[in-house]
């Protein structure tokens, strides 16, 4: 069975410093792994996805995500946080021939003046 | 333009009472998601829909009901309203499996 884990519930950093938002997926099959952004009150937003082709992905808002199969991980960054980057943030697996996406229990990223 | 809209925004409502919330998308996808957002903002897909036909149904009690009129929209019938149904509902849609996802604003439901 797909699983898609975000070990980290919270993720504090200050304004302008570099962040890593962690994903970890389990499939036995071939997957897409696409990262969302949900503000708050709002619905989600994508911000980038791999399907194939360049392990390195870059998406909207300056973030890019690296695909790496062998440790199964999707990790999201971004080099320098705004303040409007303060959102939840959710890593998505869709495993190939269903119309099953699973995501995981997010990510929120909060920026500090 | 609003992409993926849903109605109402808000909806409270005492146990046992039936209600209905509406999707509509005007991108021309063809495929159209529900998805339950519980208070942990844990999101879990509860349907999917490909050109008006039930693709998946994620083990969800039958009082939770998908009607599906044409490609452009994706209604949720809830019957006999429980406490545990409290949570945000979102509508989604895609052009296709692996296509990119346009979430609605949400529906907030309070059941009393």
């Known amino acids: 069975a797909q699983s898609v884990t975000q070990l980290d519930s919270q993720v504090p950093v200050f304004e302008e410093a570099p962040v890593e938002l962690r994903c970890n997926y389990s499939?036995?099959?071939?997957?897409?792994l696409f990262w969302y952004v949900q503000y708050p009150n709002q619905g989600l937003q994508l911000l980038l996805k791999?399907?194939?082709?360049?392990?390195l992905v870059k998406g909207i808002n300056g973030f890019e995500a690296e695909f790496n199969k062998s440790q199964t991980s999707f990790h999201l960054r971004k080099p320098s946080v705004h303040i409007s980057d303060t959102a939840e943030y959710f890593c998505a697996v869709y495993t190939s021939g269903t119309y099953k996406y699973i995501f995981g229990t997010g990510t929120r990223l909060k920026v500090l003046a | 333009d609003t992409a993926v809209s849903q109605t109402p925004k808000y909806l409270v409502t005492q146990m046992g009472n039936d209600k209905s919330i509406k999707c509509e998308q005007n991108l021309g996808h063809d495929t159209m998601y529900w998805y339950k957002q519980d208070s942990k903002k844990f999101l879990k897909i509860m349907f999917s829909?490909?050109?008006?036909?039930?693709?998946i149904n994620e083990t969800v009690p039958n009082r939770f009901s998908p009607k599906s009129p044409d490609k452009a929209h994706l209604n949720l019938h809830i019957n006999s309203l429980e406490l545990g149904d409290s949570a945000v509902y979102f509508c989604?849609?895609?052009?296709?499996?692996?296509?990119?996802?346009?979430f609605g604003p949400g529906t907030r439901l309070l059941v009393l």
């Open positions: 791999y399907l194939s082709g360049s392990t």
């Open positions: 499939s036995s099959v071939s997957v897409y």
């Open positions: 989604a849609s895609s052009a296709g499996p692996v296509e990119t996802q346009y």
């Open positions: 829909y490909n050109n008006k036909e039930l693709i």
